[in-house]
């Protein structure tokens, strides 16, 4: 936690200095002290490097209020969709030897920062601060959560040698009311694609059983419409379900939020895997809701994860179809690890995998069983992209 002493120093930098170009408003100016704040941060806690104080809070400020720069907003919005606005920055103002405004080089300081982070608490404490300028979706007007995703798995055909295992793709779309729950009512998927053999053995032995899973299938299911189905009534919100009601209602402090959290858990299994229950209890949330987070219940649901024991964070930057975050992982009894997978950016939740750590059933390991990421966003209409 930042002391009052530090809060002051930044405060009279940036007020000494805002003479040297437009005045950024008050909440602008709470923008760029906590950026600055977090720039010099104890290199011990926050895993940033650690500056003198004021000769890089003087600095920082300058260089924004000068460059006209209040701060980048994190808008929780898709990737691929801009994920903050520059305010007041003039066209071509930036650092002359990058091209970068004060404010961009800082958020890539920032970025750099998360994705160096040595452990769990530590990367979920930086991008929990940068989580705290997202802006929720604008959820007045209902209309539909549309998802688009990506899945990558590991299946298996038996034959008389054994299994053997392909690699195969599978694209979808699914949109739901918002105002009724994640539950889809519209899905279409691709399945089979870019299938190939995990492995050239697995690729001859496929061979030798004469397996088509090269197939493609496309298909669209529409659950009002399904003859051989009664939709029967919608399901009460819940975690499995929530609606931005629902959500609302979902306290946002961690700790009580784990209470709920494992109340619900407790349903699912025995109470000796609470802890990995309520992992994948916030998994599928995230996955489920993830445009309809605040950035409160965002924050609530990461500390939560950084707080059960034995979660790890996975070094470096994990790549999920192209897509890269930073992980974090628990690891069940079987030696299977499953990552979270967040945009140190956005902050969202680009996805999530399991890895083999073992090897099981000839499956080698370190092998990436599933891997799914998906985008979301509100659309007006089913069908809306």
């Known amino acids: 936690m930042t002391d009052p002493a530090e809060h002051r120093a930044v ?7 805002h003479r040297a170009g437009p005045r950024p408003a008050p909440a602008d100016l709470a923008l ?7 720039r010099t941060a104890d290199p011990g806690t926050r895993g940033v490097p650690g ?21 980048t907003a994190v808008a929780v919005w898709p990737s691929g969709s801009p994920s903050g606005t520059v305010a007041g920055a003039p066209p071509g103002t930036g650092t002359a030897a990058t091209g970068r405004s004060g404010a961009n080089a800082t958020d890539d300081a920032i970025t750099e920062a998360i994705t160096g982070a040595d452990s769990a608490p530590a990367t979920v404490d930086l991008v929990v601060r940068r989580v705290a300028n997202a802006q929720p979706l604008d959820l007045r007007h ?21 299994s053997a295992h392909y690699v195969t793709e599978e694209v979808s779309e699914r949109w739901s009311a918002v105002d009724a729950g994640t539950l889809p009512e519209l899905i279409k998927s691709t399945r089979g694609l870019n299938a190939r053999p995990l492995t050239p053995e697995d690729g001859a032995r496929l061979a030798a059983y004469g397996t088509d899973y090269t197939t493609v ?7 009002a419409t399904d003859p051989k189905g009664d939709p029967g009534p919608a399901p009460e919100p819940s975690l499995v379900n929530p609606t931005p009601a629902y959500l609302a209602s979902l306290p946002t402090d961690p700790e009580r939020l784990r209470a709920v959290l494992r109340a619900e858990a407790a349903g699912d299994g025995a109470a000796a895997d ?29 500390r939560v994860l ?32 499953t990552e979270i997978v967040i945009d140190p950016v956005s902050t969202r939740m680009i996805g999530f995998r399991t890895v083999a750590l073992t090897g099981i059933d000839g499956i080698p390991a370190g092998t990436v069983l599933f891997s799914a990421t998906s985008d979301q966003k509100v659309v007006a209409h089913q069908g809306d992209k």
């Open 11 to 17: 405060d009279t930098a940036l007020r000494r200095y």
């Open 32 to 38: 760029i002290r906590q950026r600055v704040l977090l």
């Open 51 to 71: 500056w003198s104080l004021r000769r890089v809070a003087v600095a920082a400020a300058a260089s924004a209020v000068v460059a006209g720069v209040a701060a």
């Open 142 to 162: 209902g209309g539909y959560l549309y998802t688009a995703r990506h899945d990558v798995s590991v299946q298996s055909a038996t034959g008389v040698d054994g």
């Open 217 to 223: 299938i496309t298909s669209t299911y529409d659950p």
């Open 274 to 302: 609470a802890d990995h229950l309520i992992f994948k209890r916030v998994s599928a949330l995230a996955t489920a809701a993830d445009a309809l987070l605040s950035p409160e219940l965002r924050s609530a649901l990461y």
């Open 306 to 337: 950084a707080g059960l024991p034995g979660i790890e964070r996975v070094p470096g930057r994990v790549d999920l179809s192209g897509r890269v975050g930073v992980a974090i992982a628990e690891t069940d009894r079987h030696g299977r690890r």
